[in-house]
C-alpha cells in the first residue's frame, strides 16, 4: 500500500467539482462526486436522535440499490426543517439526476452547517447544474474544500494497493473529509466520502467500512458534541477489474477470511484514520493534538471506556492547553469511566516520562521535564492497566479560548 495523488478522483471512473453557489458569501460550498459506473455503496451516519433530512433521504436510499452520485452542500445543515426539509434533500437528488442523465435513486445527498434554517434551493439548483458542468478527473481538491465550514485544512488523501488473484491488479481507495467542531466518538460533526475502483461484495464493503470507523472516526473528540449530520459514504464501482473481493473464502473443509478483505480492509482503515487525525488537528482553536492509549486492560470495552474518558475530559484538553503538569486529572477521568479499572496497578505515561507507578506519583517527578512534554504539540499519552491484554486508543486536540470565541459568534 501507498499513498498516492488525485483524492476521491484517484479511483478509476470517478470524477468531483466544488462550486459556489451563493449560501457563503465568497467560498465553495457546493460539491458533487459522480462515478460514469454504476456504484454500490455503504454508509455509517450520526447516531443522534435529531437526524438531519439530508442523512434521513440517504439512509433510505442506501437500501434500495446502486448509487452514482453524491450532491453535498455546505453552511446550511437541513437539519431541523420538517417536511420541507426531505423535499429540499429529495429535491437536491432529482436534479443532480436530471444534470447528469441517471435517476434520482442513484443519488445521495449530504448537508451540513446552520441547523434550523431552510435550503436557499434557487441557488442550490443553480449550483448543481454548474457543478454537473464542471466536473473533473482532477476536481478532489475543490470538493474537499466545497464541504468545509470552520475548517482550516483541506482534508484529502488516496492510496493503492495490490489485490492478488489471477495477475495482481491496482486497486485504488480515496477519501475526503470535513469537521473540526462538534466532534465527540460515535461519529462527529463531520462529512467523509470515500471512492474506490476495487470490485467487492456489498457485505465486504459493509463490513469494512464499519471496521475502519469503528477505528478512526468513533475514536476521536474535539469538544464531545454530536451533530444531527454526521455522514460516513464509500461508493465502489469495481472499474479496477481484481477478482471480487469478498468477506470468506471457502476452503475444502471450512471458510476462512479472504486475503484481498484483509488487504482492502487496511487500505480502508488507513484512509479513515489519516482523515479522523486531520479532524482532530483542526479542532476548533486547537493547538495540539494527543493521542491516549490504554493497554492492559481485562476487556476491549474497558479499555475503549477509559480512553474515550480521558480523550474527552475537558479538564485534562484545557491542561494540555495550558501545558499545566496536572497529571491527577488524567487519572480521575480514567476512574470516571465505569470500567473494571484496579488504581493499585496503573502505570501512567506522558510522553517518554514515567508519572505514575501503582497508582501513585513516581518518586521525585521532574514537573519542569513534565510541562516541556505538554508543551509540544503532538503529545502521546499511555495508561497501562496491567490487568490484562486488551488496548484502545482515541485521539484528541485542547480546548482553549479560541474554540469558545469561535463558536459564540457562529451564527
Known amino acids: 500500500m ?16 466544488g462550486v459556489h453557489c451563493g449560501i457563503k458569501k465568497n467560498k465553495l460550498d457546493l460539491a458533487l462526486i459522480y462515478s460514469r459506473f454504476p456504484s454500490i455503496a455503504a454508509g455509517m451516519f450520526t447516531t443522534n436522535k ?12 442506501l437500501r434500495r440499490g446502486s448509487i452514482r452520485a453524491i450532491v453535498v452542500n455546505s453552511g446550511n445543515a437541513n437539519a ?43 441557488k442550490i439548483e443553480e449550483g448543481i447544474k454548474l457543478a454537473a458542468k464542471s466536473l ?19 482534508k484529502e488523501i488516496a492510496v493503492e494497493t495490490d489485490i492478488s488473484g489471477q495477475g495482481k491488479k491496482k486497486v485504488k481507495i480515496g477519501g475526503i473529509a470535513k469537521g473540526s467542531g462538534m466532534i465527540a466518538p460515535n461519529l462527529a460533526t463531520m462529512l467523509c466520502f470515500i471512492t474506490t475502483d476495487a470490485c467487492i461484495t456489498e457485505d465486504a464493503l459493509k463490513e469494512s ?44 473443509t471450512l471458510r476462512v477470511k479472504d486475503e484481498n478483505f484483509e488487504k482492502f480492509s487496511e487500505a480502508l482503515c488507513y484512509i479513515c484514520t489519516y482523515l479522523a487525525k ?39 484538553k484545557t491542561a494540555i492547553a495550558g501545558a499545566s503538569p496536572n497529571w491527577g486529572r488524567i487519572m480521575a477521568a480514567a476512574g470516571s469511566a465505569h470500567s473494571k479499572l484496579k488504581p493499585d496497578r496503573i502505570e501512567l505515561f506522558v510522553g517518554d516520562l514515567l508519572v505514575v507507578k501503582n497508582g501513585q506519583a513516581v518518586e521525585g517527578l521532574s514537573v519542569s521535564r513534565l510541562k516541556e512534554i505538554l508543551a509540544k504539540d503532538d503529545i502521546r499519552i499511555v495508561i497501562r492497566l496491567n490487568q490484562g491484554n486488551c488496548m ?15 463558536n459564540k459568534r457562529y451564527i
Request: aromatic fraction near 6%; proline fraction near 3%; glycine fraction near 8%.
Open 209 to 252: 467500512l464499519q471496521k475502519a470507523v469503528n477505528f478512526s472516526f468513533n475514536q476521536i473528540s474535539v469538544d464531545g458534541d454530536m451533530s444531527t449530520n454526521d455522514t460516513v459514504i464509500i461508493m465502489a464501482n469495481g472499474e479496477a477489474g481484481n477478482k471480487k473481493i469478498k468477506t470468506w473464502r471457502k476452503k475444502p
Open 80 to 122: 431541523c426543517t420538517g417536511k420541507r426539509g426531505i423535499d429540499d434533500a429529495n429535491r437536491m437528488c432529482e436534479i443532480t439526476a436530471q444534470e447528469l442523465g441517471i435517476t434520482s435513486e442513484e443519488v445521495l445527498v449530504a448537508s451540513t452547517g446552520i441547523i434550523g434554517e431552510y435550503l436557499p434551493m434557487n
Open 278 to 316: 486531520m479532524i482532530v488537528r483542526d479542532g476548533e482553536g486547537a493547538t495540539k493534538m494527543f493521542e491516549i492509549k490504554v493497554e492492559g486492560a481485562p476487556f476491549p470495552k474497558d479499555a475503549r471506556r477509559i480512553a474515550r474518558a480521558v480523550a474527552t475530559s475537558n479538564l485534562v
Open 392 to 406: 484502545a486508543t482515541f485521539w484528541g486536540c485542547d480546548l482553549t479560548e479560541k474554540y469558545v470565541k469561535i
Open 50 to 61: 435529531v437526524k438531519a433530512a439530508p442523512v434521513i433521504v440517504s439512509q433510505r436510499k
Open 136 to 154: 473533473s478527473s482532477t476536481g478532489s481538491k475543490m470538493s474537499a474544500e466545497a464541504i468545509t465550514t470552520t475548517d482550516k485544512l483541506i
Open 2 to 17: 501507498k499513498e498516492i495523488e488525485g483524492g476521491i478522483t484517484a479511483p478509476l471512473g470517478f470524477k468531483s467539482c
